[in-house]
């Protein structure tokens, strides 16, 4: 097993994955324990049965033991950022008109990510904005820095977005935030798929207030990386907000609390006053932070007269009607917005 890949997929992703092996794929094979390798392109596949590999003109067949039927392969393939590796076996060698190799089609994958920042499968609609043309399709996978957007369109869009040198416009729905969130990135790939054209972005620019609905979205769906000690805060001011909603949902008045109400002595608040002034003061998304914080602070307030005036729990209604799980996202995205502020850019 190699180290660092995951030699467990679930029968979905197994199905995606053996599926999404495109004609062209380059695939290096390597014959048992040997350290020889070759390297073959995908030209044909049966699924389930057979993938057909057309093999490099200077492959030696005898010396490498290709030419042996049944002779066991390891083959690896990269795809979307991933290395795939496979278990096969030759079926057989095609000498006319091309030098072809049919082996068995995967039955299992182990698969290792490539990426610095792993992508998380979903379904945006959305839409590229190139030059005059609006085309329509869906984000199928999203970082922090890039993304593969679907086009719905017709092939000869493919040409035209391959020569394209400017900047594409890119606007994504994302679950509970009204109209479009919006991105503007630069071209990475562009190739035909079974279902359209798969268009790779990486984002070079989004404004402030698209980027906090963005990084809350990811925060919400776990898939931003590691922030270090920030990472640290904004665990902190999540549990703070657990504790805090926790109590509100509670029917006895008399519980205790076991959170901060003053925005100046919950932890984030003195993280606030102390590291996060002299890390991010200058930063527009801290003055953002604190007013936000307060804000926050001042509907938890509410939120306890209200439950105390009604000596019952709050509902799930009234709860979302004060904002405080909103407000408390809002809080963990500019904290991780102010914190690549100050850093030089990432690539995806």
């Not at 839409?127 to 593969?148: F, H, K, P, T, W």
């Not at 359209?196 to 925060?219: D, K």
């Not at 805090?244 to 608040?269: N, T």
Request: proline letters at 5%; one cysteine or more; hydrophobic letters at 40%.
């Amino acid at each position: 097993m190699n180290p660092g890949m995951n030699p467990v997929m679930n029968k979905h992703q197994l199905q995606r994955a053996q599926y999404e092996i495109q004609l062209g794929t380059s695939m290096q094979l390597q014959l048992g324990q040997l350290s020889i390798r070759s390297e073959g392109m995908l030209v044909g596949a049966r699924p389930g049965k057979y993938l057909l590999l057309r093999m490099a003109r200077e492959t030696n067949f005898t010396s490498t033991g290709l030419s042996e039927e049944g002779a066991p392969l390891v083959v690896r393939y990269i795809s979307k950022g991933n290395v795939y590796a496979f278990k096969s076996a030759v079926i057989n060698l095609i000498s006319r008109p091309e030098r072809l190799l049919a082996i068995y089609f995967p039955r299992d994958l182990e698969v290792v990510e490539l990426r610095n920042h792993p992508r998380l499968r979903c379904y945006l609609p959305g839409r590229l904005l190139l030059n005059a043309e609006v085309l329509e399709g869906a984000v199928v996978d999203i970082s922090r820095y890039g993304c593969q957007f679907n086009l719905h369109q017709m092939d000869e869009m493919q040409q035209i977005l391959q020569e394209n040198s400017n900047p594409i416009e890119l606007e994504a729905k994302l679950p509970g935030i009204q109209g479009f969130t919006q991105f503007s990135g630069a071209l990475r790939n562009v190739h035909s798929a079974y279902d359209g054209i798969e268009v790779g972005l990486h984002f070079e620019r989004i404004e402030p207030v698209h980027l906090r609905n963005f990084l809350g979205f990811l925060l919400e769906a776990h898939a931003l990386p590691e922030f270090g000690s920030l990472s640290q805060v904004i665990h902190e001011h999540l549990s703070w907000r657990q504790r805090a909603i926790h109590y509100l949902r509670q029917d006895q008045p008399g519980e205790p609390k076991d959170f901060a109400l003053s925005p100046d002595a919950c932890a984030l608040g003195t993280w606030l006053k102390d590291e996060g002034l002299a890390r991010f003061g200058r930063t527009a998304e801290f003055r953002e932070l604190d007013r936000v914080h307060r804000e926050l602070h001042r509907s938890l307030e509410r939120a306890l007269d209200i439950r105390t005036s009604n000596g019952r729990g709050l509902s799930a209604e009234m709860l979302a009607k004060l904002d405080i799980s909103d407000l408390s996202q809002q809080i963990a995205a500019l904290l991780v917005s102010a914190d690549e502020q100050t850093k030089p850019p990432a690539q995806a």
